[in-house]
């Protein structure tokens, strides 16, 4: 399986076994959170792996709605577009995640900077004393240099693991997650196959309550669709935001698989449809692609 057949199969799993996952496999967890793509070269983004999950539904308490026995925090500098470049990157991670058979689920994180700092560095400790015991450095996990505080906000929560014995690990036939009709998701794609198959795949990326905010309009200019994001309230715009940067990742791998190169700019469009305007994308198409169409 690659990251396109996962964009399909990957669903969320909400209940967890408490086993943990078996040392080689934690391993490829740590390697992909080493290795995860992030929108056009962004990079304030990182992953910590919390191996100790109960050390997370200690912090929480009852904010944990999701208990597994692995955690990933993902944190970065609140700079531009940080929520976006968050999502992009929380996408990816989990569907290499699926790739490898390791269940996943979204979350808020509600750490705040002093949990988040006090859980990375008991992390840190543990995974040392890991280290001391089998006298080797190769995963290890440098979360941060001692007595260095980390800066960065903890943005989303990625509970992982096993899927509890009864839950599906993958999307089946009888999935009864609810997509919103193209029709109601774009405009000016009616004719074009080859969009309706990409949109139609890039709209299973995952969102807050499913929400599914993303409008995607095809520009007078073929080679430019432009993206709109659907109005939420406070409370949910920051958690909209994340979203609409997952469903860009699933776009970005599903263009490769069609051998169309794209580019996100920011053109400034006027909101429209009572949506707001979002990103833009420059589609470039591969010249054997065109000849084939």
């Known amino acids: 399986m690659d990251l396109y057949d996962a964009i399909e199969y990957r669903k969320s799993t909400r209940r967890f076994s408490t086993k943990k996952l078996k040392p080689q496999l934690m391993n490829n967890v740590k390697a992909i959170c080493k290795e995860f793509t992030c929108i056009d070269g962004y990079s304030n983004i ?31 500098d609140e700079d531009d577009d940080y929520l976006m470049n968050a999502g992009y990157c929380c996408e990816d991670i989990i569907l290499r995640l699926t790739t490898i058979g ?35 450095d190769e995963f290890r996990l440098d979360i941060f240099e001692k007595e260095e505080k980390v800066q960065e906000r903890a943005v989303i929560l990625i509970a992982l693991g096993y899927p509890e014995k009864g839950e599906e690990l993958f999307r089946t036939s009888e999935d009864t997650s609810e997509r919103k009709p193209l029709k109601n998701i774009s405009k000016g794609f009616q004719k074009d196959i080859q969009w309706i198959e990409i949109l139609e795949r890039t709209g299973l990326a995952p969102s807050y309550k499913n929400l599914q905010p993303w409008f995607f309009l095809k520009g007078k200019d073929s080679d430019y669709i432009h993206i709109y994001e659907k109005n939420q309230n406070k409370k949910y715009q ?41 990103i833009s994308t420059k589609v470039s198409y591969n010249p054997k692609e065109v000849e084939n169409n």
């Open 46 to 76: 990182k992953a910590h792996i919390i191996e100790r999950g109960h050390m997370i539904h200690l912090l929480l308490g009852g904010n944990c709605k999701v208990k597994s026995p692995h955690y990933i925090v993902l944190s970065t």
């Open 238 to 278: 920051e958690l909209s935001t994340i979203s609409m940067g997952a469903m860009l990742c699933n776009l970005d791998i599903i263009c490769k698989r069609y051998n169309i190169d794209i580019k996100f700019q920011k053109l400034g469009k006027k909101d429209r449809f009572g949506k707001k305007y979002f």
């Open 102 to 136: 390791v269940g996943t689920c979204i979350l808020e994180s509600k750490l705040s900077d002093k949990q988040m700092n006090e859980i990375l560095k008991e992390e840190q400790m543990y995974v040392d004393l890991c280290d001391s015991h089998e006298n080797s």
